[in-house]
């Protein structure tokens, strides 16, 4: 099993605080995903890093930011957690295929994160 | 875009085949499958290339029609560690590593 995990795996906040989940990697993958999944609405990608301190938005990437100092860290931030934010976040590592599109992904447990 | 995965949900008996279908409006260049059990991470079955069909695991099959832009993903003789929900992942040309677009899932359940 690939040697990922995330924290908090379950947090209660409230509207308006800021919040920080953490992904850290064993395997020194260079890629590094952030997804949030919904009922009805699958996986949906909301920030990646493809080195450290390289960062890129995805399709849902509003009211979040994202960090990566280490190889092996890549924190997800909710400036100001709203009710909408609601969800369950996984993160993923993978190394591109020598194509060079993206590879196997190998996901985290996933951190249940409730904004009431 | 997200792709569009067909059908929605299915349920089979245990021994039946299934067949879970993946569209995109956008080229692709590659298509990734991956189940996941209810309250735990997607895990990967396997990817296509295009220009290729790759085979992953026992029974499960997939191809990969890059002109219509489609993938089907074929699990034959069912059985019930099979039930979870199925999500196709698309690579579109020029994307490099910047992650897949799922599609909203699969449900599939797998009756004894």
């Known amino acids: 099993d690939a040697g990922i995990t995330q924290s908090p795996r379950h947090k209660v906040t409230e509207t308006g605080t800021p919040v920080t989940l953490r992904c850290h990697q064993t395997?020194?993958?260079?890629?590094m995903y952030w997804y949030r999944q919904d009922p009805g609405h699958g996986l949906r990608l909301i920030h990646y890093s493809y080195g450290v301190k390289d960062t890129d938005k995805g399709e849902v990437s509003d009211g979040y930011s994202v960090s990566r100092s280490k190889t092996e860290d890549f924190l997800l931030t909710l400036e100001s957690a709203t009710s909408s934010q609601t969800s369950v976040y996984f993160c993923a590592i993978s190394e591109s295929n020598p194509s060079g599109d993206t590879g196997e992904l190998f996901f985290g447990e996933g951190s249940r994160l409730t904004v009431l | 875009q997200q792709p569009v995965q067909s059908p929605q949900a299915v349920i089979l008996r245990e021994g039946e085949d299934a067949v879970i279908n993946c569209s995109s409006s956008k080229a692709l260049y590659s298509v990734h499958w991956y189940r996941q059990k209810h309250g735990e991470a997607p895990i990967f079955l396997m990817i296509?290339?295009?220009?290729?069909e790759q085979k992953g695991h026992d029974k499960i099959s997939a191809s990969f029609n890059e002109k219509k832009q489609q993938s089907s993903l074929y699990l034959t003789a069912s059985q019930l560690s099979y039930s979870g929900t199925y999500f196709c992942?698309?690579?579109?040309?020029?994307?490099?590593?910047?992650?897949?677009?799922f599609g909203k899932g699969t449900h599939l359940i797998i009756q004894p």
């Open positions: 992942g698309t690579v579109n040309p020029g994307g490099g590593a910047d992650g897949l677009t």
């Open positions: 296509l290339l295009k220009g290729g």
């Open positions: 395997e020194n993958h260079r890629y």
